[in-house]
């Protein structure tokens, strides 16, 4: 049962440094999420890929680039971290089938700082 | 876009009493509604949803309702427990794509 898994779940950065975030789900899922949670202001979608092959920008994505490398996986890059980038970052997925959305499983998320 | 406001930000209750957690959206157009519960440390996990064409639904001592011409919908906890404590966010979604969007999230702490 490990349903949404994120590596690694704690990274400290310095400013200008680059870092892959992974997620695989093993679900069979065709839509997958990543999203940011900061203090305050819930979760916030960063980039999401409906299908294999596809992916889209959500309402913060500037900074980051992701790649859906198959059905399972779905990383998150930082080119050049920044301060502001520190945060939890979750990865969830859901199995959509239109035009209902289906629930979302998330992830236990990575921790980042960034020095 | 869609805007999501959750109230109250926090909330103590007892052991066995109720706790009631609001939210308000928006947009319209939005028609899927879920509730997720976040322990320390964890990701959030759904606990309920509810879609536009059901004012109502009920999971053991989890309820929701929704109220589409207010644009309004809560979240209804019974005989609260302590392991009930921890963050409950709510959030509004429409379409295929869904895209969900967030309330800030309420923390729920139960005093025994």
């Known amino acids: 049962n490990a349903g949404v898994t994120q590596t690694p779940k704690f990274q400290v950065l310095k400013t200008g440094q680059s870092m892959t975030l992974q997620c695989a789900q093993d679900?069979?899922?065709?839509?997958m999420y990543w999203y940011r949670q900061d203090p305050g202001m819930g979760l916030r979608l960063i980039y999401y890929?409906?299908?294999?092959?596809?992916?889209d920008k959500g309402e913060v994505p500037n900074g980051y680039n992701v790649s859906r490398l198959n059905k399972r996986e779905f990383s998150l890059r930082l080119e050049s971290a920044a301060p502001s980038q520190t945060s939890v970052y979750f990865c969830?997925?859901?199995?959509?089938?239109?035009?209902?959305?289906?629930?979302?499983?998330f992830g236990d998320g990575t921790r980042l700082s960034i020095l | 876009g869609e805007n999501v406001e959750q109230h109250p930000s926090t909330l103590s209750v007892q052991e066995g009493d109720s706790a009631v957690i609001k939210c308000t959206y928006s947009?319209?157009?939005?028609?899927?509604f879920p509730w997720y519960k976040q322990e320390l440390g964890k990701g959030p996990q759904l606990i309920i949803d509810?879609?536009?064409?059901?004012g109502e639904k009920k999971d053991q001592r989890i309820a929701v309702t929704l109220n589409k011409t207010a644009k309004h919908f809560s979240l209804h906890i019974t005989e609260t427990q302590p392991e009930d404590s921890a963050v409950y966010f709510c959030?509004?979604?429409?379409?295929?794509?869904?895209?969900?969007?967030f309330g800030a999230g309420t923390i729920l702490r139960v005093k025994s």
């Open positions: 959030a509004a979604s429409k379409g295929y794509g869904n895209k969900l969007v």
């Open positions: 509810i879609r536009s064409n059901v």
């Open positions: 679900m069979n899922h065709n839509s």
């Open positions: 947009d319209s157009a939005s028609n899927y």
């Open positions: 969830a997925s859901s199995q959509d089938r239109s035009p209902s959305n289906q629930p979302q499983h």
């Open positions: 890929s409906a299908s294999e092959g596809t992916t």
